[in-house]
């Protein structure tokens, strides 16, 4: 069996905080992870998978159950249906930036502008994770997942996870649990292959990011080495020497509001218009047809707001801490909260319910937690 002797999450977690649970396995095959989540869940025992422990916000007390760690790992490179296309299925506790890397290498293109973002493969769909305007909803094809309900292991489409922004049917929120309770085993992608040539750079965020004008060309090496430079100055790229990667990343997500509301803010706040879903089909009985066809409508569009500009123009500057507190904002990004020198989670809950209140009281917006929380509380 693949149980170790159990450690406090905070060992493993990169905010470090978090209990000891009762017992602790180390899965690195597919068919032990298999095992492991079903005896767990036939015996209705808590059970928390952790695969890097970058999006975990966990709780000081020790925890009840088992800790399943995954730590399966492998890249098979298969052929697409599309033509100038690859597909690749990682296994689920394959480190991701490892993936990035290999990706780069091989010269096939979608992912790399998440370069640098912590945690394992398998935990990125549930999250939609995504940088500089790539989101792996751009590139996934479909997951393996197992079941809680019944333990039976399926493959499903991409179509079918309700991907959104920082968002899955898999994802737990704050104050709620997730729609579809299941743990992926792998994934698979498909990316452009276009090799170590320098190409076009796609996407105005990307380009404003790198400081690249429309059109120009750069390698794919090039990118993710600008990417890296970038989150390495903000502190989004784990660096033990450095506190300010002591954190779960962005602590609060963009908000997403609509645009009358948007409207209420600043002008000076950054916002992203977000694509409204149009309904291009249209179907007119025959009989009925009078030679016009209405243009298509849709749904208001929403705006994604900046939390970091919300933070810090309600007075909480970078470094930020309350006093006698272990817990601060990161001196180099304002949505990190960080843990200076071994904070309690209490501490760093402490501090996040402080900057929901403040922003709250100046623009009349809760800020929502980006991780996942585990017997803590906002």
Known sequence: MPDITPVPLS?????RTGGAPERMVEVRTRDEAIEELRDAWAEHEPCLVVGGGSNLFVGDDDLEGTVILMRTRGIERMPSPHEGRVRVRVEAGHDWDEL???TVAEGLAGIEAMSGIPGTVGAAPVQNIGAYGQEIDQTLVEVELIDERDGEVSVVPASELGLGFRTS????HHGSVAPRSAVILSVTLELR??????????????RRALGLAEGEAVTLA???EHVLTTRAAKGMVLDDADPDTHSAGSFFQNAIVSAAFARTLPPECPRWPLHPEIDTVTVIPLASYDGVVAAPRGAAPEVKVSAAWLIENSGLRKGF?????RAALSTKHALALTNRNAATAAEIAELARFIQGRVAAEYGLILQPEPVLVGVEL
Do not use: C, M, N
């Not at 060992?11 to 905010?15: A, D, E, G, R, V």
């Not at 801490?321 to 507190?325: C, E, N």
């Open 11 to 15: 060992q493993l977690t990169t905010l």
């Open 100 to 102: 990035v890397a290999f």
């Open 169 to 172: 049917v898999l994802k737990q």
């Open 193 to 206: 292959e276009i090799g170590a040539d320098a190409y076009p750079v796609q996407g105005e965020q990307l």
């Open 222 to 224: 090039w990118v993710r």
């Open 321 to 325: 801490k309350l006093p006698r507190s």
